[in-house]
């Protein structure tokens, strides 16, 4: 089992933490999230390409540290509303 740790933006909330959480437990080979809020950092164990992780986290507004645009600030905005109701 490998551990990948990722450094992300826009990461405000407990809302966020909920629906990155759900939605990366969603990818075959994972098998445990776990998120520092304060540092915006993620840690993904399981048996999962590095690369299907980055793609999910940007899609839902949540890129690699330095990879951010105005879109995924907005996209982020609609993942975290989406964590809260679920």
Request: proline share 1%.
């Amino acid at each position: 089992m490998e551990t990948e740790k990722i450094i992300v933006e826009n990461i405000k909330c407990a809302g966020c933490v909920k629906g990155i959480t759900n939605a990366l437990l969603k990818i075959d080979g994972v098998e445990t999230v776990a998120i520092e809020l304060e540092t915006e950092t993620i840690s993904v164990s399981g048996t999962h390409e590095r690369n299907a992780l980055i793609a999910q986290l940007a899609h839902m507004g949540y890129p690699e540290k330095g990879h951010n645009t105005l879109y995924k600030q907005a996209k982020s905005y609609v993942s975290c509303a989406i964590g809260k109701m679920s």
